[in-house]
């Protein structure tokens, strides 16, 4: 096959997929082809190869040497302080592994009792 005859059928090809791509949203690939007396592996073939061919074009980014890692270091403060606000009124205080929790007596049991394992567990 000469070139011209393979430019003619891969515009055509070309053309014939452009339009399948933009069919309506409620027909299928399958339908559109069969309505418009495309075969479906041909139509495969042929999308597979442009799909190449475009894979192909895209150049991959040139690889550099990797860029040196630095770390830098902060200071996180110790333990940060809760204030509690004037309607607040601690009844109990526990301390554990660093932390202080100030407990009100209208604390409901479900969450005493997350709050307790959460310190146990930090």
Same mark, same amino acid.
């Given at each position: 096959?000469?070139?011209?005859?393979?430019?003619?059928?891969?515009?055509?090809? #070309?053309? /014939? /997929?452009?339009?399948? !791509? !933009?069919? $309506?949203?409620?027909?299928?690939?399958?339908?559109? *082809?069969?309505?418009? %007396?495309?075969?479906?592996? =041909?139509?495969?073939?042929? #999308?597979?190869?442009?799909?190449?061919?475009?894979? %192909?074009?895209? !150049? $991959?980014? =040139?690889?550099?040497?990797?860029?040196?890692?630095?770390? =830098?270091?902060?200071?996180?403060?110790?333990?940060?302080?809760?204030? #509690?606000?004037? =309607?607040?009124?601690?009844?109990?205080? /526990?301390?554990?592994? %660093? /932390?202080? *929790?100030?407990?009100?007596?209208d604390i409901s049991e479900a969450? *005493?009792?997350?709050?307790? !394992?959460?310190?146990?567990?930090?």
């Amino acid at each position: 096959m000469d070139q011209s005859t393979h430019d003619v059928r891969r515009a055509n090809w #070309l053309n /014939i /997929i452009t339009e399948c !791509q !933009q069919r $309506p949203v409620n027909v299928s690939v399958k339908q559109w *082809l069969a309505d418009n %007396g495309v075969k479906e592996k =041909a139509y495969y073939y042929w #999308l597979r190869k442009f799909r190449r061919e475009a894979c %192909g074009q895209i !150049q $991959p980014p =040139a690889v550099t040497t990797q860029a040196e890692v630095s770390f =830098a270091e902060f200071n996180v403060p110790a333990s940060v302080p809760v204030k #509690l606000t004037a =309607a607040d009124h601690a009844v109990a205080t /526990i301390r554990a592994n %660093g /932390i202080t *929790l100030e407990i009100a007596d209208d604390i409901s049991e479900a969450l *005493l009792r997350m709050l307790v !394992q959460e310190v146990i567990h930090a």
